[in-house]
């Protein structure tokens, strides 16, 4: 029907009754007749098929959307990066599709044109993924029949193999620092390569957690830096993480340096906040931690290396000196065995080089010891 001195078209239908009431689905505005009609019949094929695609959602509005309401489940740097590509990859490729009529072939075209323009394969994937993401969200609420996204993201690009210091290499850095600056990323970076512990679960690390005379520590916070501007506390991602770590007698001793330079500042001589922080008591910026380590790094003529790799050094040593795969992963905290496996598997070769050795001796001296054990068997006729 037309609505009366608007010039615009209106459709209402019926729908199945829901808890045995009516259910009407009226909607107005349409320019025309054949528009409101073709609205219409989507509605109930939608009803008969179990899909309702509203032709009147385009992509961007669906983007946003489905960002709003995945805010409140999302790490803040997850959300700050979908949020990324959302406002500067997909609105401006796709925002002006209407969501039913987003196809694959536009997305495979916008993946062509930025793989020629020598667009990173990393972002490139990163952007589509996101894409794949909030598309399956829409399938899954009835909004969309298909994914049109499925098959368009480009295989993940594999990670570049980390850099990890040696013994030597470690230890030369950690007496750098010691020597040179004996200041709270001494003990910073001490407790790092000591324990494993991540840039973020260091960074969030409060005195209310460490347990000196236990010496352990307990890993209840991590700090997520939004933007490297907005530092945000909140808990480890998985239970793993929430963990106990046994200290050594070196991060001991950094800590213990720690804590007679806080109580020697504060003016009641308490020990209370965060362990590593600026002198206002706020956390320090994973960036200026990252800008020391490299300043410090280059002073040395040390491998080029990120926090993360600190982390990765230490199971590296770990591995090199024998430690059972498994006791690294308890100590890494790591969810399953086949992390620690697939992140470190290259580093043991020489354990299954022995390994493999150990086994044919095994069998070796069971012949042997069977061998001498039988009397020969009697010659034929």
């Known amino acids: 029907m037309a609505e009366a001195n608007h010039g615009k078209w209106t459709y209402c239908v019926d729908l199945a009754r829901e808890e045995g009431?009516?259910?009407?689905?009226?909607?107005?505005?349409?320019?025309?007749?054949?528009?409101?009609?073709?609205?219409?019949?989507?509605?109930?094929?939608?009803?008969?098929?179990?899909?309702?695609?509203?032709?009147?959602?385009?992509?961007?509005?669906?983007?946003?959307?489905?960002?709003?309401?995945a805010k409140e489940r999302?790490?803040?740097?997850?959300?700050?990066?979908?949020?990324?590509?959302?406002?500067?990859?997909?609105i401006p490729a796709f925002g002006h599709h209407r969501l039913p009529d987003l196809r694959p072939k536009h997305i495979d075209c916008w993946v062509a044109a930025q793989q020629d323009a020598g667009r990173g394969r990393v972002t490139i994937y990163r952007v589509v993924s996101t894409l794949?993401?909030?598309?399956?969200?829409?399938?899954?609420?009835?909004?969309?029949?298909?994914?049109?996204?499925?098959?368009?993201?480009p295989p993940k690009p594999r990670a570049a193999e980390r850099t990890?210091?040696?013994?030597?290499?470690?230890?030369?850095?950690?007496?750098?620092?010691?020597?040179?600056?004996?200041?709270?990323?001494?003990?910073?970076?001490?407790?790092?390569?000591?324990?494993?512990?991540?840039?973020g679960e260091v960074l969030a690390l409060h005195w209310s957690d460490v347990h000196l005379m236990d010496r352990k520590l307990y890993v209840r916070?991590?700090?997520?830096?939004?933007?490297?501007?907005?530092?945000?506390?909140?808990?480890?991602?998985?239970?793993?993480?929430?963990?106990?770590?046994?200290?050594?007698?070196?991060?001991?001793?950094?800590?213990?340096r720690q804590a007679a330079l806080q109580v020697a500042a504060h003016p009641d001589g308490r020990l209370e906040g965060l362990v590593f922080a600026k002198p206002d008591g706020l956390p320090l910026r994973p960036q200026w931690v990252?800008?020391?380590?490299?300043?410090?790094?280059?002073?040395?003529?040390?491998?080029?290396?990120?926090?993360?790799?600190?982390?990765h050094t230490a199971a590296s040593i770990m591995i090199a000196?024998?430690?059972?795969?498994?006791?690294?992963?308890?100590?890494?905290?790591?969810?399953?065995?086949?992390?620690?496996?697939?992140?470190?598997?290259?580093?043991?070769?020489?354990s299954a080089d022995e390994a493999v050795k150990a086994l044919a001796a095994a069998l070796d001296r069971a012949d042997a010891e069977r061998g001498a054990s039988e009397s020969p068997l009697p010659l034929a006729a």
């Open 21 to 69: 009431r009516r259910r009407t689905r009226r909607r107005g505005g349409f320019a025309t007749r054949a528009e409101a009609a073709r609205e219409m019949k989507a509605v109930l094929d939608g009803e008969l098929r179990g899909v309702y695609e509203d032709r009147r959602t385009t992509v961007a509005s669906y983007l946003r959307e489905w960002l709003a309401a």
């Open 74 to 90: 999302l790490a803040p740097n997850t959300y700050a990066g979908y949020a990324d590509c959302v406002e500067r990859d997909l």
């Open 132 to 153: 794949r993401n909030a598309l399956n969200a829409a399938v899954r609420s009835w909004r969309l029949r298909y994914n049109p996204a499925k098959h368009s993201v």
């Open 164 to 199: 990890c210091w040696t013994p030597d290499e470690a230890a030369a850095f950690l007496r750098h620092n010691a020597e040179h600056y004996a200041d709270r990323l001494t003990d910073l970076f001490e407790v790092m390569l000591g324990t494993g512990m991540r840039r």
């Open 221 to 256: 916070w991590t700090l997520a830096a939004v933007n490297n501007n907005e530092s945000l506390f909140r808990e480890p991602k998985t239970e793993a993480s929430r963990a106990w770590i046994s200290l050594s007698p070196r991060v001991m001793a950094a800590l213990h």
């Open 290 to 311: 990252l800008d020391q380590l490299r300043k410090r790094t280059a002073e040395l003529g040390l491998p080029k290396i990120g926090l993360h790799d600190l982390r």
């Open 321 to 350: 000196m024998g430690i059972p795969i498994a006791v690294v992963s308890k100590t890494l905290r790591h969810t399953t065995l086949a992390i620690t496996i697939n992140l470190y598997g290259h580093l043991l070769k020489d």
